[in-house]
């Protein structure tokens, strides 16, 4: 989080924040932070894969993943 505060737009601290807070259970935020990657990066495809992952087990994430 304190990457994401000096640099708001950095790719990977958004990539891992999301990541980890996908391990956790915290679908909603980890959402959040992929649908920030694809604002500043579309096709990126960790994030994509991330929110295919989550799609399986989440209908909103395999909404934002249709959208993009």
């Known amino acids: ?6 640099a ?4 990977a601290a958004h990539l891992n924040l999301a990541a980890v ?3 956790l259970g915290r679908r909603d935020e980890a959402e959040e ?3 920030r990657v ?3 990066a579309p ?9 295919k992952k989550m799609a ?6 395999a909404a934002t993943l249709r959208t993009n």
Do not use: E
């Open 43 to 51: 096709d990126n495809p960790q994030a994509l894969a991330l929110l």
């Open 21 to 23: 807070l996908s391990a």
């Open 38 to 40: 694809l604002a500043i």
């Open 56 to 61: 399986q087990s989440a209908p909103a994430a």
């Open 1 to 6: 989080r304190r990457a994401l505060q000096v």
């Open 33 to 35: 932070h992929a649908r």
């Open 8 to 11: 708001p737009n950095h790719l």
